[in-house]
């Protein structure tokens, strides 16, 4: 099975501007997540995607929106772009939802913000 | 809410020791999965075990075991035969069912793993 895919894998946005980054999740899995990994804040939570429907979010402002498609394929959003948004963006698929559902990541994509 | 302690930033290992990870947590939750995951400089996120709340014997993957301890709310990473390419950032993750019926994986910081000649 091939696993979970992020494009673009690098990008270079200016402040103000907006910019969309795409996952497609392994095949089958229904759910997909994002997170946000910088030096100064770890790895956070942003949020997911189950049966085209948001199921869940993190503590992000209203810039971050995503959505999902019926193949599963999934879709961050990130609108006026600030400097703190220079991060890279992480999505995982998982096949439901159960506690020991494992999340498989894909490579992530790299944003900077200048 | 969940939380994720890693109180190693960083560790060193030669080459065919073992090493252990610490990770401790703490939830509210009765059931709950404990997870860890590899990330070399390239980014990816490389899951390598899992540790339910109720299995009641300690999960292994190859060289990779989970030294589950209930009651001291840890979950310790242990390699065994360390390689050179397991030099790599090590995060301790957490899911509990009090999030809305959703996936979200609460994070530790995260170990550093050096593993010399």
């Known amino acids: 099975k091939a696993g979970v895919t992020q494009t673009p894998r690098y990008l270079i946005k200016t402040r103000g501007q907006q910019v969309t980054l795409s996952c497609s999740p392994i095949?089958?899995?229904?759910?997909v997540s994002w997170y946000q990994q910088t030096p100064g804040q770890g790895l956070q939570f942003l949020f997911e995607?189950?049966?085209?429907?948001?199921?869940n979010k993190g503590n992000f402002p209203g810039r971050f929106s995503g959505r999902q498609f019926s193949n599963s394929r999934s879709e961050m959003n990130v609108s006026t772009l600030e400097l703190g948004d220079s991060a890279l963006y992480l999505c995982?698929?998982?096949?439901?939802?159960?506690?020991?559902?494992?999340?498989?990541f894909g490579p992530g994509t790299r944003l900077t913000v200048l | 809410a969940q939380k994720i302690t890693q109180t190693q930033p960083g560790m060193f290992v030669q080459e065919k020791e073992a090493v252990t990870l610490d990770c401790t947590y703490d939830?509210?939750?009765?059931?709950?999965?404990l997870f860890w995951y590899k990330q070399p400089s390239s980014g990816e996120m490389i899951f390598l075990i899992y540790?339910?709340?109720?299995?009641?014997q300690n999960a292994t993957e190859g060289r990779y075991s989970l030294n589950f301890q209930k009651a001291r709310k840890s979950a310790n990473l242990v390699i065994s035969a360390s390689q050179l390419g397991d030099s790599a950032m090590y995060f301790c993750?957490?899911?509990?069912?009090?999030?809305?019926?959703?996936?979200?994986?609460?994070f530790g910081t995260g170990t550093q793993l050096k593993v010399e000649l």
């Open positions: 995982a698929s998982s096949g439901s939802s159960g506690t020991g559902d494992t999340q498989y």
């Open positions: 939830t509210s939750d009765q059931s709950y999965g």
């Open positions: 540790q339910g709340s109720y299995d009641e």
């Open positions: 993750a957490m899911r509990g069912v009090n999030t809305g019926g959703g996936n979200n994986l609460t």
């Open positions: 095949s089958g899995h229904r759910s």
């Open positions: 995607y189950f049966s085209e429907t948001q199921r």
